[in-house]
């Protein structure tokens, strides 16, 4: 997948799917935050956690609240990713 960080070139328009990957784990309530994302827990470096969301996200004010409810949760962000334009 090609990625580039030029202004010019990221679109935040419309609707994507979204990877986002943060550090620890989500409890079985905080799941329910993020029904309709697909979630997955694994192993990161060395004994820490890692949850990694992926969905659908139609415009930039839900993937705002996404993120917000991330922060909520006191999780860190390591990675957010627009995987493709739905």
């Given at each position: 997948?090609?990625?580039?960080?030029?202004p010019?070139?990221i679109?935040f328009?419309?609707?994507?799917?979204?990877?986002?990957?943060?550090?620890?784990?989500?409890?079985?309530?905080?799941?329910?935050?993020?029904?309709?994302?697909?979630?997955?827990?694994?192993?990161?470096?060395?004994?820490?956690?890692?949850?990694?969301?992926?969905?659908?996200?139609?415009?930039?004010?839900e993937?705002?609240?996404?993120?917000?409810?991330?922060?909520?949760?006191?999780?860190?962000?390591?990675?957010v990713?627009?995987?493709?334009?739905?």
């Amino acid at each position: 997948m090609s990625t580039s960080n030029d202004p010019e070139t990221i679109e935040f328009g419309g609707p994507a799917t979204y990877r986002i990957v943060v550090q620890g784990a989500l409890s079985e309530t905080s799941r329910r935050r993020f029904a309709g994302m697909t979630i997955e827990r694994t192993q990161g470096d060395g004994a820490t956690l890692r949850t990694t969301l992926v969905g659908h996200v139609r415009d930039q004010a839900e993937l705002r609240g996404v993120l917000d409810a991330i922060y909520g949760l006191h999780l860190s962000v390591i990675a957010v990713e627009r995987c493709n334009n739905d």
